[in-house]
């Protein structure tokens, strides 16, 4: 099974400023790596597909990079709306895995 | 729009079984897999497992699998997950999404599964 890890496990950020957050998977996942966005009582929500495309409505400050084991995503200048966890998701191997996420909150 | 309707929260006794519904509209149900994943209480996503809406063919999650079956019924677009044996640790919000061969795209509202004596 492949692991994924993310980290920081907790990231404080001031709203304006950019924030990175990193996810590395224990093998090769090629460019199979997505990115989703979890607000508490809600169900996830897609941001980055094929480790660096944005899904539908996603807006352009969200970027994701990487390939093979490392992936970063990026959020140039973090809104109120953006203090959430993410999650990075491989859907290269089966089965599937899940980072174990990162928070991004208030500064 | 794509939509994806889950069943009501459950309250279950350990040993009990539970079925979940996922209600599919907005797109050719058979077109598209459903991957099914749980968020324990405080906690992240877990993957339980995965099944084709073209041929019901699945891929479950190792720690599950004895205790696990997804089905389909296309005639109605919808998707089940059943969950037998359950367990204090099982209880979690239960999610169905749409996709898992590519990337899942969108989302039921979850179901809340308690197992509690």
């Known amino acids: 099974e492949i692991v994924m890890t993310q980290s920081p496990a907790t990231l404080s950020v001031s709203p304006g400023e950019r924030a990175t957050l990193s996810c590395r998977a224990s093998q090769s996942v090629s460019s199979n790596l997505a990115w989703y966005q979890q607000k508490p009582g809600q169900a996830p929500r897609l941001l980055i597909y094929g480790a660096s495309t944005r899904a539908t409505g996603i807006p352009a400050r969200f970027s994701g990079s990487g390939s093979g084991t490392e992936f970063t995503l990026t959020i140039s200048s973090l809104q109120s709306e953006d203090f959430a966890v993410y999650y990075c998701h491989q859907y290269n191997n089966w089965p599937r895995t899940f980072g174990q996420g990162t928070k991004v909150e208030i500064k | 729009q794509v939509q994806l309707v889950q069943s009501g929260a459950e309250v279950k006794k350990p040993g009990a079984s539970v079925k979940v519904s996922c209600k599919a509209s907005?797109?050719?149900?058979?077109?598209?897999?459903i991957t099914w994943v749980r968020q324990a209480p405080g906690q992240g996503l877990e993957w339980m497992g995965w099944i084709s809406g073209y041929n019901g063919n699945t891929n479950y999650a190792q720690k599950l699998q004895d205790r696990v079956t997804m089905t389909t019924d296309t005639s109605t677009s919808t998707a089940y997950m059943e969950l037998r044996s359950l367990r204090s640790d099982d209880t979690a919000v239960y999610y169905c999404?749409?996709?898992?061969?590519?990337?899942?795209?969108?989302w039921g509202q979850g179901t809340l599964v308690t197992v509690s004596s």
């Open positions: 999404a749409r996709g898992g061969v590519y990337a899942i795209d969108y």
């Open positions: 907005g797109y050719t149900f058979t077109s598209y897999s």
